[in-house]
């Protein structure tokens, strides 16, 4: 019987190939790659330019802010009818 094995060398350049994308917020207007990322665009870039721009202080990382879930505590009160008979009829 042959044993199988796992073919890492496939697995690491698999891995090194997969391009990690970044969301950041540019602070400066940059001219790159023939087009221009204006000042507060968000953009996902790959993992290698967003660490670029981050080291020079040209954007910041961009987080995602949730909108908050609205309680019951927090509610604006409905206003509350009252229930009216015709008693005219």
């Known amino acids: 019987m042959k044993k199988s094995y ?3 060398d496939f697995f690491f350049i698999f891995v090194l190939n997969t391009n ?3 969301k950041i ?10 087009t221009w990322h204006r000042e507060g665009d968000v953009l996902e870039l ?5 660490n670029h721009y981050l080291n020079r202080g040209i ?3 961009f987080k995602e802010e ?3 879930k609205e309680t019951k505590e927090h509610k604006q009160s409905k206003k509350k009818t009252k229930n009216v008979s015709n008693k005219d009829k």
């Open 6 to 8: 796992l073919r890492w």
């Open 46 to 50: 790959p993992e290698k330019l967003s």
């Open 59 to 61: 954007a910041v990382m």
């Open 25 to 34: 917020k540019m602070i400066r207007t940059v001219l790159a790659e023939n």
């Open 66 to 68: 949730k909108a908050k």
């Open 20 to 22: 990690i994308m970044a």
